[in-house]
Antibody, heavy 121, light 106 residues
Framework: EVQLVESGGDLVQPGGSLRLSCAAS????????MDWVRQAPGQGLEWVGRIRKRANSYTTEYAASVKGRFTVSRDDSKNSLYLQMNSLKSDDTAVYYC????????????WGQGTLVTVSS | IQLTQSPSSLSASVGDRVTITCRASQGINKFLLWYQQKPGKAPKLLIY???TLQSGVPSRFSGSASGTEFTLTINSLQPEDFATYYCQQVTNYPLTFGGGTKVEIE
């Protein structure tokens, strides 16, 4: 069974840092791009960032709202995806999802269950 | 690329045919996804490349495209279909979502 499990969500003060993890199983992790998407409470979905696979030099893309503050990385040997979040703001409060990306048709499926990040003093 | 999804909400009855529209601000080569999200759950992929049904998704869901206008149709709405639906373009960065359409029971 293909599964993604996020962890690391927490309450953090404005200006602080947090690292989220996403553990993948049931598929060949190294063959896929991976995405992070977030959803603020009661709001819609916002794409955060993407990391490509080794064949594409692990290059990354980011939303303008997080560029320079967030970093997406991966460890294929551990089937794990990460999101390092620095200089956190109250607007970053959201449930953060990781998701698998198909490299041909770019479908995004499945998504993990999400992990809640709350930025507040 | 901006995606304008309409309506933002609708009320319908079991058995109804429902249509949701997503309009892109520029061409996206049919790289459009449709998701269903229920409260407290992660989004579930329904359709990719505008009209291809994801494996395991009921055939009452269908997608179509005409230029920069994309449509999700649910034929014969079922009780489990009451949810929020989102479109997403996966052509140009930054990737973007539509604002969502909440389908409620009439």
């Amino acid at each position: 069974e293909v599964q993604l499990v996020e962890s690391g969500g927490d309450l953090v003060q404005p200006g602080g840092s947090l690292r989220l993890s996403c553990a993948a199983s049931g598929f060949t992790f190294s063959d896929h791009y991976m995405d992070w998407v977030r959803q603020a409470p009661g709001q819609g979905l916002e794409w955060v960032g993407r990391i490509r696979k080794r064949a594409n030099s692990y290059t990354t893309e980011y939303a303008a709202s997080v560029k320079g503050r967030f970093t997406v990385s991966r460890d294929d040997s551990k089937n794990s995806l990460y999101l390092q979040m620095n200089s956190l703001k109250s607007d970053d409060t959201a449930v953060y999802y990781c998701a698998r990306v198909d490299t041909t048709t770019y479908w995004v499926d499945p998504w993990g269950q999400g992990t809640l990040v709350t930025v507040s003093s | 690329i901006q995606l304008t999804q309409s309506p933002s909400s609708l009320s319908a009855s079991v058995g109804d045919r429902v249509t949701i529209t997503c309009r892109a601000s520029q061409g996206i080569n049919k790289f459009l996804l449709w998701y269903q999200q229920k409260p407290g759950k992660a989004p579930k992929l329904l359709i990719y490349t505008a009209s291809t049904l994801q494996s395991g998704v009921p055939s009452r869901f269908s997608g179509s495209a005409s230029g920069t206008e994309f449509t999700l149709t649910i034929n014969s709405l079922q009780p489990e279909d009451f949810a929020t639906y989102y479109c997403q373009q996966v052509t140009n960065y930054p990737l973007t979502f539509g604002g969502g359409t909440k389908v409620e029971i009439e």
